[in-house]
């Protein structure tokens, strides 16, 4: 199954100031998912941020701020609080794309519940991270015996712009492939 912009929701979960810097390697965390909310901006994929009890865990980290609004919530996962699960059912999408931390707790539980809902999730593995490598493999594990794909950036940006040779695809692949993933 592909990925389709119209039919999808990126959902940043909990990349927040006093977790983010003791996941690993949370430097490329941010850059990757920076890379992900300025596509989905520019190509109109609506944005959801979540933030894990932001009066503990501070607020979204600087770089992710602005690029949605962010609901707070106090269970791990998003779909078990129900003012954010109202927001996600609204939007009317079938596709979620998940992004954040920590990957074996508030991202897989996420993803477990969305598929268990009937959603199709997709979880890019080159943008969420844990504290500890065993914790981030095994909850990737999970999610893809529930049902859930895992996907990298790359996979959810030539998905959504479809095909080569459009204007489109020009400004977006000179933009956001050139080099290292540069995004400005």
């Known amino acids: 199954m592909l990925l389709k912009k119209d039919e999808s929701c990126l959902l940043l979960i909990d990349v927040q100031e006093k977790l983010t810097p003791l996941v690993q390697n949370s430097p490329h965390l941010i850059s990757r998912c920076e890379w992900l909310l300025r596509l989905a901006t520019e190509l109109g994929v609506v944005n959801i941020i979540s933030e894990q009890y932001p009066s503990g865990l501070g607020s979204t980290v600087a ?49 477990l519940e969305l598929c268990a809902a009937g959603y199709d999730v997709f979880v890019v593995v080159d943008a969420v991270s844990s504290r500890h490598e065993q914790d981030h493999r095994y909850g990737l594990k999970r999610i893809k015996q529930a049902g859930g794909f895992l996907v990298t950036a790359e996979m959810v940006f030539f998905e959504w712009v479809g095909q080569a040779g459009t204007p489109e695809f020009k400004a977006l692949s000179n933009a956001y492939l050139v080099g290292e993933h540069k995004i400005k």
């Open 63 to 111: 770089p992710l701020r602005g690029f949605g609004t962010a609901f707070p919530k106090v269970h791990f996962s998003c779909w078990s609080d129900n003012s954010l699960k109202q927001v996600l059912q609204g939007l009317n999408k079938k596709q979620f794309v998940l992004i954040g931390i920590e990957t074996h707790v508030c991202v897989m539980q996420t993803a």
